[in-house]
């Protein structure tokens, strides 16, 4: 249970992939309609959430000395937005253990508002389809409503349209960073080009296989300018790609992280330990079904 003995409440942030992304269109505000799969992976950060005098963060772990705890930090963000909306005043405390790199492509921080999110639900006794939660989500972040659900999910619109996925495998899975954030509207700001028509998913992809098969006939339309700002993603994309038991690799979101799903634990194993190399980030993991 996510609460603790102590009166805490434990929430685990964790990562988003795009298992593909292709980009639909563009609406006349400039934001960008998009059509991708996502998934989520049993690695990430974990935010403790306890009733205190008044609404705080404080930040641990590999990748905190990069974040802010003020105003502008997405979690602290969403605690006071939540409290305005059900009416609470936001004497929380929030400790982030931040393990995710940052600006990193597997919605860190989205991940980690809608873990406060459901966190505060928790704490404050929000019925669980109270719509309050996901609208304060829909208002933060074009990531953070498929991060709220926290299910694999079709996101459409920019990215408050969630539809069902088929069922996902528990495939084997490899992160890999080259240790260089990349900003989103960068990514979006060198892209060129056309747009692409959503992808029709088969069913079923309950094997790992059958999912490799399927992302074989997708794409992620974000790497190519990604790759003009960070051209170290196509080395990491390579050197995924040439593991043994590399069923498919590819850049997630707007990068710089890149994926690659592995037939077994023990070859992504072996993968993850033969990549991690400085400045390089890397984990390995499953998806979380």
Same mark, same amino acid.
Do not use: E, H, Y
């Given at each position: 249970m996510p609460l603790c003995s102590d009166g805490s409440w434990r929430e685990f942030a964790p990562a988003k992939l795009n298992l593909y992304l292709h980009i639909t269109g563009r609406r006349a505000d400039g934001y960008h309609e998009l059509d991708s799969l996502i998934a989520f992976a049993d690695i990430g950060d974990t935010l403790t959430l306890r009733p205190a005098e008044g609404p705080s963060l404080?930040?641990?772990?590999?990748f905190a000395a990069g974040l802010s705890s003020g105003p502008d930090n997405l979690a602290l963000r969403a605690l006071l937005a939540l409290a305005d909306a059900a009416g609470h005043k936001p004497d929380?405390?929030?400790h982030l253990e931040k393990r995710l790199p940052i600006a990193s492509g597997i919605g860190g921080g989205s991940a980690d508002a809608a873990a406060v999110l459901r966190g505060l639900a928790g704490l404050w006794g929000l019925a669980s389809d109270d719509p309050r939660p996901m609208a304060v989500a829909t208002a933060l972040g074009a990531d953070v409503p498929v991060c709220l659900a926290g299910r694999p999910a079709v996101v459409g619109g920019i990215g408050e349209v969630l539809k069902p996925a088929p069922a996902l495998p528990a495939a084997p899975?490899?992160?890999?960073?080259?240790?260089?954030?990349?900003?989103?509207? &960068?990514?979006?700001? =060198? @892209?060129s080009g056309g747009f692409s *028509?959503?992808?029709a998913l088969l069913e079923p992809l309950d094997d790992v296989d059958a999912l490799a098969a399927a992302l074989a006939l997708s794409r992620n339309m974000l790497t190519t300018p990604a790759t003009t700002l960070v051209p170290e993603i196509?080395?990491?994309?390579?050197s995924?790609?040439?593991?043994?038991?590399?069923?498919?690799?590819?850049?997630?979101?707007?990068?710089?992280?890149?994926?690659g799903l592995f037939a077994d634990d023990a070859q992504a194993q072996?993968? &993850?330990?033969?990549? =991690? @190399?400085?400045?390089?980030?890397? *984990?390995?993991?499953?998806?979380?079904?």
């Open positions: 404080s930040l641990g772990g590999p929380v405390a929030i899975v490899v992160l890999v960073n080259p240790g260089l954030p990349l900003s989103t509207p &960068a990514v979006f700001k =060198a @892209r *028509a959503p992808v196509n080395t990491v994309v390579d995924l790609a040439q593991q043994p038991g590399c069923l498919i690799a590819r850049m997630s979101g707007s990068g710089a992280t890149c994926f072996a993968a &993850a330990a033969r990549l =991690a @190399r400085a400045p390089w980030w890397t *984990a390995v993991g499953r998806l979380t079904p």
